[in-house]
């Protein structure tokens, strides 16, 4: 005879009013009171499995456009980087784009605005170290070269794309980007098995990438990686490049026309369209009847 909590136990799919009371109250407000060197150590593993997700994508992507149309090559990428976020969740990792959703426990006053403050600074700086010891890592390994140095071609336009986009688009495809990161989150959290989770943050994630959307934390990694490639004279010469268009790639450009734009659109984004569209369906009417 099947019990009425094993009947529960059972049951895989949280529904969406239980998933974000539980983010709001409990989730987000235990981020918060983290220790700082914890959510520092955790920010940084989650940085890289971030660059191992974007790494890979740019490995499978290498030499596909010239066997498979565009979207093709964009689609398999997209498949591969999945696997950056779905080890984020799986282990507990700190990734600022996820924390972003932070904000429902502010709105709900479970934690406070220094709180909140206080843990994306650390997230995000946690997050660049994490991506940058990556970047230094697949540097000196020579990977790079694989391919006969278009696997380090593929790394280094996809970074001088990145930094020439506008204003305008950094910002829009940060928007659209974070909107589906943390759908991702929250459909991952509305399931009980890992199993559910990993294909919760797949499809969220490979709609992203595919559609060429802009992740803060992904770049990280991408632009500091076409830094480190801009130095090798053999990648440089595969990718095509002149000595004038590799010129915009920059610390400069890294940080003021892509990373910035960047972040305030996937906070625009997770904030606007996940967390008060969310906060307005499920928890708005709680306040109203306290």
Not at 139 to 145: A, I, M, N, T, V
Not at 215 to 230: E, P, T
Request: glycine share 6%; with cysteine; hydrophobic share 50%.
């Amino acid at each position: 005879m099947i019990t009425e909590t094993q009947k529960l136990d059972t049951k895989d799919c949280i529904n969406p009013i239980d998933v974000a009371h539980e983010i709001s109250e409990s989730v987000m407000p235990s981020k918060a009171n983290y220790r700082k060197s914890k959510t520092f150590v955790l920010a940084i593993a989650a940085g890289a499995l971030i660059a191992f997700g974007a790494q890979v994508s740019l490995t499978v992507m290498t030499g596909t456009a010239e066997n498979l149309s565009w979207g093709l090559a964009k689609l398999i990428g997209a498949m591969t980087f999945a696997t950056g976020l779905m080890m984020v969740v799986l282990t507990g990792a700190e990734l600022f784009t996820g924390n972003v959703m932070m904000t429902f426990s502010v709105i709900e006053k479970k934690t406070s605005i220094w709180k909140l403050l206080r843990n994306w600074s650390i997230v995000y700086c946690g997050n660049f170290v994490g991506s940058i010891i990556l970047a230094a890592l697949i540097y000196y390994s020579g990977c790079s070269h694989n391919a006969h140095d278009a696997l380090g071609a593929m790394g280094l336009t996809t970074a001088y794309a990145k930094v020439n986009l506008t204003v305008v688009e950094a910002f829009t495809r940060g928007i659209l980007c974070n909107w589906l990161v943390c759908l991702a989150i929250w459909m991952a959290s509305s399931s009980r098995h890992v199993i559910g989770k990993i294909f919760a943050i797949f499809f969220p994630i490979m709609t992203f990438v595919a559609s060429g959307y802009e992740h803060s934390i992904a770049n990280m990694y991408f632009i500091s990686n076409g830094l480190f490639l801009k130095n090798i004279p053999a990648v440089v010469a595969a990718s095509g490049l002149t000595p004038d268009q590799l010129s915009t790639l920059t610390i400069k450009s890294f940080l003021l026309s892509n990373l910035l734009p960047v972040t305030l659109g996937n906070i625009v984004g997770a904030f606007v369209f996940v967390v008060l569209l969310f906060w307005t369906a499920y928890l708005r009417d709680d306040h109203k009847n306290a």
